[in-house]
Every structure is written in C-alpha cells, then in structure tokens.
C-alpha cells in the first residue's frame, strides 16, 4: 500500500527474535529502531502454539509472552515526529501500556484501531472506557464483540448457517453499543465471522 509500519516490540536476545526482526524488514518493509523494539536480556522471544480442531477451531493454546510486558510504548512526540495516521494495537502488552499508547495516539493526531487477540483480553482492554473512548477502528470477531461489550451470552450469538438478517441483530446491537463508546466523529467496526464472512 505504500506505507512504511513503524513496528514496536520486545524480543528475546535470541535468534527468533533477531529473525523476526530481520525478516520483517528485509522482506516486508517494515521499518524497526532501537527504540521501537526493545531487546529483553533473559527472556525468550514470544511464542504461541495454538492447538485446533478438524474445523481449524481454536481448542487450547500454549504461549510464552512474558517479553512482551517490555514493550516500548510511542511517545507523542515520536508519533508526531513520523506522522503517523494510523497506530494500530492489539492487546498482547500490559493494560497501562496499551492504554497509554493509545492515549499517546490520539494526542499525536493518529487513528487507533485496535486487535482484540483474544475473548479474555478483549473484555479486559474494553472494561477500560480510557481505553475504548480512543478507538477509531476496531476487527473483533463475534465472541471478541460480545466480549468488549459484556453481552457474551451464548443464546445471543446467530446460529451457524443460519443467514436472516434478523439472526444478526445481536451482532449489530453489540457493535452499536460499542460504537457509542468509542471516539466520537467516525468510529469503525469490523466483525469477523469466520466462514459467514465479515
């Protein structure tokens, strides 16, 4: 697309790390400095073994992402100083430093759009409304929606293969209710729903 990502991380002194590190800028053009990726002495590069069943469903996971409570957090002046329109998050860091980020984000002018990751870290990050008032575009899949909207009942979800308009009113009124505690002027969701599409 023509952008150059300013990539912030924290990697262990280890060969995963400097390979990601690597590869990420040789081939994907993704720009890192010493300031945006924080090398932790000591500790492993993050890892994540996901375990999924015959429908690539997720069923367990096993992770090491201890390293990922260094990451750096961009400053104001950094953001303004790079221009940056849109700083893009997702909830692997610690609560204050993801919020602070996007506080910092929406200072320095920037978009802030945001990754769940997961169910838990999705409800976590959004009982936040420092954190969810600085959203401008958030990619939650249905359970992440239920979750950063506290409607994660079961009973609400549309049943699978199940296409009436009518099945996805849950979806649509959990995603209003997020919208309205988002920033205001334009605020985005997008929900993924697997193999009913986006």
């Not at 262990?12 to 002495?41: F, P």
Request: charged letters at 25%; hydrophobic letters at 40%.
């Amino acid at each position: 697309l023509g952008s150059k990502p300013l990539f912030y991380t924290a990697i262990g002194n280890d060969d995963g790390g400097r390979g990601l590190v690597d590869r990420l800028g040789n081939e994907c053009g993704v720009v890192t400095t010493t300031q945006s990726v924080h090398i932790a002495e000591g500790s492993n590069t993050a890892q994540y073994l996901a375990l999924l069943d015959h429908r690539s469903d997720l069923v367990g996971g096993v992770a090491d992402m201890e390293v990922l409570a260094k990451i750096p957090v961009p400053s104001v002046e950094e953001l303004e100083v790079l221009g940056v329109g849109f700083l893009v998050l997702d909830s692997n860091a610690p609560v204050d430093a993801v919020t602070e980020a996007a506080q910092n984000g929406v200072e320095a002018g920037s978009l802030v759009c945001f990754e769940p990751t997961s169910v838990p870290k999705a409800r976590l990050l959004c009982s936040s409304s420092e954190f969810v008032e600085c959203l401008s575009y958030v990619f939650p899949n249905e359970d992440e929606l239920f979750a950063m909207t506290e409607l994660d009942d079961d009973g609400l979800k549309p049943k699978e293969g199940d296409a009436s308009l009518d099945e996805y009113k849950p979806l649509r009124d959990a995603a209003s209710k997020l919208l309205s505690r988002m920033k205001p002027g334009n605020p985005h969701v997008v929900v993924t729903l697997g193999s009913r599409g986006v």
